[in-house]
């Protein structure tokens, strides 16, 4: 399955060959899928699934009210950390000699930092500059997959130098 996947990544990386090397060319295609499966998802939770109603709950510890675009955001950052987390392990970054589950918990916590960001920036678009939720989150999306990128390849799945 991944020599077939990055044959067909690869067969499209000729175009883009003279500005991007073919490990940045993956991830920017992994990231794409990724970002790309995310906002699909975001939209079909917050428009199919919620019915872009809010949530009350009843549970300690919790608030008693989740906005529908805040829930939408969970689900989705659920989805797209199996997907991306798959991608970036085993089509991008198979150098890396760090541990699976070292990796995992890094790239979980790259993972909560960026839903942090996320939540809080898209709280201000959507409940402060009344900007759409699903245009509002694709914007998100891009401005911290840039960011992303280098979190990813010098922390998560970076290769340990052997003295």
Not at 30 to 52: E, R, V
Request: aromatic residues 18%; positive net charge.
């Amino acid at each position: 399955m991944r020599k077939a996947l990055l044959k067909i990544i690869d067969f499209f990386y000729p175009p883009f060959s003279r500005w991007l090397p073919l490990h940045t060319f993956r991830y920017i295609v992994s990231g794409g899928t990724t970002a790309t499966s995310g906002i699909i998802c975001y939209y079909i939770a917050y428009n199919w699934i919620l019915h872009q109603r809010n949530i009350h709950v009843d549970f300690p510890f919790v608030p008693k009210l989740i906005t529908a675009h805040s829930a939408a955001l969970i689900i989705s950052t659920l989805v797209s950390f199996l997907i991306g987390f798959t991608l970036n392990k085993y089509l991008v970054f198979t150098k890396s000699n760090l541990k699976g589950r070292i990796q995992m918990f890094r790239y979980a916590a790259v993972l909560g930092i960026n839903f942090g960001l996320n939540l809080a920036m898209l709280k201000y678009m959507v409940e402060g500059l009344h900007f759409y939720p699903s245009l509002s989150q694709a914007f998100i999306t891009v401005t911290l997959s840039l960011c992303s990128y280098f979190l990813q390849k010098h922390f998560t799945f970076r290769v340990k130098k052997h003295p």
